[in-house]
């Protein structure tokens, strides 16, 4: 994975249904993963069915979590987020402390 310091976006957007579903089931707000995405985190490819798609290693809070992500244009499309994995955990952390 690769660190990155900083992404812009002139927005964000989501899907409603699958907003409440993690917000619910894996307690991640999607407004906490925007502003995480805008800070320092670790990013790969993650392509599915032929959409571009990126996997962040960021922090919310006190928890470290993954999620995936489309760009387009200027706007970020969440598409999910829940925790990381352990090596993701101990990458974020040989990272970023």
Not at 58 to 66: F, G, P, S
Not at 67 to 91: D, H, K, L, P, Q
């Amino acid at each position: 994975m690769k660190r990155v310091e900083a992404i812009e976006f002139s927005e964000f957007d989501w899907d409603p249904t699958k907003y409440q579903k993690v917000l619910v089931t894996r307690e991640i707000d999607f407004l906490q993963i925007a502003a995480a995405l805008l800070g320092p985190h670790l990013s790969q490819r993650s392509d599915k069915q032929g959409e571009d798609r990126t996997l962040a290693i960021c922090m919310i809070e006190t928890q470290i979590v993954r999620v995936i992500y489309t760009s387009r244009g200027s706007v970020c499309r969440i598409i999910t987020a829940m925790a990381a994995r352990r090596n993701e955990r101990e990458e974020y952390r040989q990272i970023f402390g």
